[in-house]
């Protein structure tokens, strides 16, 4: 089995940031690609940047020039450096990563959710 914790999330003012974490553990071979979801009240939960092995990155339109996912592949660590936070970035985030144990097909795990809130 495969774990992934997250923390760093929080209340914070507009405008100011945030750095999510992201660490899997357990039965893990190797780590693909990883990214992070986020889900807000009432709202469906879309995709908010996703990361490569090699590091190749994807952003949604709406986070793109304020958020940086980043890794650490010795740690099997995933990051999400949040900056000029608005309101309407809050939700609870998830992270997910598509992990292969030995032997087994590459299998997407995902994290328990960190709620971020922009608010004055």
């Known amino acids: 089995q495969v774990q992934l914790v997250e923390s760093g999330g929080g209340l914070v003012q507009p405008g100011g940031s945030l750095r999510l974490s992201c660490a899997a553990s357990?039965?893990?071979?190797?780590?693909?690609?990883m990214g992070w979801d986020r889900q807000a009240p009432g709202k469906q939960r879309e995709l908010v940047a996703t990361?490569?092995?090699?590091?190749?990155?994807n952003y949604a339109n709406s986070v793109k020039g304020r958020f940086t996912i980043s890794r650490d592949n010795a740690k099997n660590t995933v990051y999400l450096q949040m900056n000029s936070l608005k309101p309407e970035d809050t939700a609870v985030y998830y992270c997910?990563?598509?992990?292969?144990?030995?032997?087994?097909?590459?299998?997407?795990?995902w994290g328990q959710g960190t709620q971020v809130t922009v608010s004055s």
């Open positions: 357990g039965s893990i071979f190797r780590i693909y690609g």
């Open positions: 997910n990563a598509n992990v292969q144990s030995s032997g087994t097909p590459i299998v997407r795990y």
């Open positions: 990361i490569t092995s090699g590091g190749s990155t």
